[in-house]
């Protein structure tokens, strides 16, 4: 099993930047694949950014590449998000999810964090 646990989620202005942690514990020598998707009200979860755990590859939605950047810190078993020229449309729930080499899906997920990007 993997835990995952996301923070830096909040209220911030159109145009501000912000960075969420996702902290990943358990099996993480499991973990093949970390990503982030979101959620907005009275939308379906969509796919944001992912990151292989042991490679240099990164992945982005089309709404948001060129301002958001995935990486992570495997010392820490941790998963960022820098998010850069907030939209209000980013506004949503945040999850953080891990694939692990077992599965084709991503199968653990966090709790969530909020963001709310005010005009």
């Known amino acids: 099993q993997v835990q995952l646990v996301e923070s830096g989620g909040g209220l911030v202005q159109a145009g501000d930047s912000l960075r969420l942690s996702c902290a990943a514990s358990?099996?993480?020598?499991?973990?093949?694949?970390m990503a982030w998707f979101r959620q907005a009200p009275g939308k379906e979860r969509e796919f944001v950014a992912r990151?292989?755990?042991?490679?240099?590859?990164?992945y982005y939605a089309t709404s948001v590449k060129g301002r958001f950047t995935i990486s992570r810190d495997n010392a820490k078993n941790t998963v960022y998000l820098q998010m850069n020229s907030l939209k209000p449309e980013d506004t949503a729930v945040y999850y953080c999810?891990?694939?692990?080499?077992?599965?084709?899906?991503?199968?653990?997920w966090g709790q969530g964090t909020q963001l709310t990007v005010s005009s």
């Open positions: 999810a891990a694939r692990t080499a077992l599965s084709n899906n991503f199968d653990f």
């Open positions: 358990g099996r993480t020598f499991s973990i093949k694949t």
């Open positions: 990151i292989m755990w042991d490679a240099d590859s990164t």
